[in-house]
């Protein structure tokens, strides 16, 4: 099997391995490769495109989760995991 080679997004402002989203909780997922931050604005407005219903969205850094962004009430906020 082939590891995946990760893909420059300009929006996003980092090297992308994949995205997903699950229309039934509106919660999108960004997969970035290692040591990669995505921009938030970049990925909200990304998934936001996908679903305008959009929730919540998930980055992932390699394997290692990244931030994660939850929309309250009408605005946006971004957490770090717990262990970070």
């Known amino acids: 099997m082939t590891t995946p080679k990760p893909v420059y997004h300009s ?3 980092c090297s992308v391995l994949g995205i997903s989203y ?3 909780t509106r919660q999108g997922v960004l997969s970035m490769a290692e040591t990669n931050a995505c921009d938030m604005r970049g990925c909200i407005a990304l998934f936001t495109r996908i679903d305008p219903a959009v929730k919540t969205i998930q980055t ?3 394997e290692i989760e990244d931030t994660s ?3 309250v009430g009408k605005e946006w906020k971004a957490n770090l995991p717990a262990n970070r």
């Open 11 to 13: 929006e996003l402002q």
């Open 69 to 71: 962004y939850r929309l």
């Open 22 to 24: 699950d229309f039934s």
């Open 60 to 62: 992932f850094a390699g």
